[in-house]
């Protein structure tokens, strides 16, 4: 079993910037971030593998928001600029000890956090 950890939700204005962390109780393959605004379905935001380099981003995020992993902390970060009152969601760690096909599909993540609250007010 892993425990995922997450910090650094908040309240910010329209264009600022939050950094979420995520901290593994011990290593897995694969980490990701995953949002869910009020009355929708949960969205896959960011997905990266331990070694660093391999990385998925969603296209609503695209050149906005940033994942990386540390290794010695077996912890995924996901650093968000320039936010939209759209980005509002409970922002959730997910993590899988392999990998998985499709690395933004909530279905292939076998670990979830407890969630920490984004809101971005216009």
């Known amino acids: 079993q892993v425990q995922l950890v997450e910090s650094g939700g908040g309240s910010v204005q329209d264009g600022g910037s939050l950094r979420l962390s995520c901290t593994a109780s011990?290593?897995?393959?694969?980490m990701a971030w995953f949002r869910q605004a009020l009355g929708k379905g949960r969205e896959g935001v960011a997905a990266?593998?331990?070694?660093?380099?391999?990385?998925a981003i969603a296209d609503s995020v695209k050149g906005r928001f940033t994942i990386s992993h540390d290794n010695t902390k077996n912890t995924v970060y996901l650093k968000m600029n320039s936010l939209k009152p759209e980005d509002t969601a409970m922002y959730y760690c997910?993590?899988?000890?392999?990998?998985?096909?499709?690395?933004?599909?909530?279905?292939?993540?076998?670990?979830w956090g407890q969630g920490t609250q984004v809101t971005v007010s216009s």
């Open positions: 997910a993590a899988v000890g392999g990998g998985c096909t499709f690395p933004l599909r909530e279905s292939g993540y076998t670990y």
């Open positions: 011990k290593y897995t393959a694969l």
């Open positions: 990266i593998y331990a070694g660093g380099v391999d990385t």
